[in-house]
């Protein structure tokens, strides 16, 4: 059973450019949560998804983030018009639909560079 | 405002020494806290949570936690330090009514030198 699987684990961009971070969650999970880490900071969280839904964005820049989890392949979280201060490293994590307190299970993350 | 800290940057321990990893925590309600430790280059492993019950939660790796409700604390123990335990480690705080959206700490960097 693969692990939660994030794609690209680098990409670098010119200032103004779009970035698409990938995340295929845990085979029978359905619940998705994009965090950011910067650095030498925790991880704040940015939103909660579910299948073709946004539970919770409450993390979220106002301008120029979004994100999607459709009901076929894998959650997008996607930047436009990049901005150095968008470089850290992403995360994503999923988590079944069983219960509340049920521990997440990470991906290895995308470092996000913007030249 | 719900809310984590982890009042130390870095630990150092020696191998074979107990090694205590400080948090503290601010929530109204219940809290549901939970350890996760990570590695370099890679993303966070859960370690163990306290959702309600005993005081002492055991989780992986040899690795306990103590929840004191009077204090707000929820350190993060172990009763004899591995040089392979050195990582970076986050507490957090479970928030809302649904979901695993997280609180985490600004993390703990521990280092066990041999």
């Known amino acids: 059973n693969a692990g939660v699987m994030q794609n690209p684990r680098h990409l670098v961009r010119r200032r103004g450019q779009e970035a698409r971070l990938r995340c295929s969650p845990m085979k029978g999970h359905s619940h998705v949560y994009w965090y950011r880490q910067l650095p030498e900071e925790g991880l704040k969280f940015m939103v909660y998804?579910?299948?073709?839904?946004?539970?919770?964005e409450s993390g979220m820049p106002k301008e120029r983030f979004s994100a999607e989890f459709p009901k076929e392949g894998p959650s997008i979280l996607r930047i436009q018009q990049v901005v150095r201060g968008d470089s850290a490293a992403y995360f994503c994590?999923?988590?079944?639909?069983?219960?509340?307190?049920?521990?997440?299970?990470f991906g290895s993350g995308t470092q996000l560079s913007v030249l | 405002a719900q809310s984590v800290a982890q009042p130390e940057d870095q630990v150092n321990v020696a191998e074979g020494n107990p090694l205590t990893v400080k948090c503290t925590y601010s929530?109204?309600?219940?809290?549901?806290l939970f350890w996760y430790v990570q590695y370099p280059n890679r993303g966070l492993q859960f370690l163990l949570k306290y959702i309600t019950g005993d005081n002492l939660v055991k989780g992986s790796y040899g690795f306990e936690a103590e929840f004191n409700k009077s204090q707000t604390s929820f350190h993060l123990k172990k009763p004899s330090a591995l040089v392979s335990d050195s990582a970076l480690y986050f507490c957090?705080?479970?928030?809302?009514?649904?979901?695993?959206?997280?609180?985490f700490g600004q993390g703990t960097e521990l280092s066990v030198k041999p």
């Open positions: 957090a705080v479970r928030v809302g009514n649904q979901g695993g959206k997280l609180i």
């Open positions: 929530v109204s309600g219940n809290p549901y």
């Open positions: 994590a999923s988590s079944p639909p069983a219960g509340i307190n049920e521990k997440l299970f």
């Open positions: 998804l579910q299948k073709e839904n946004i539970i919770d």
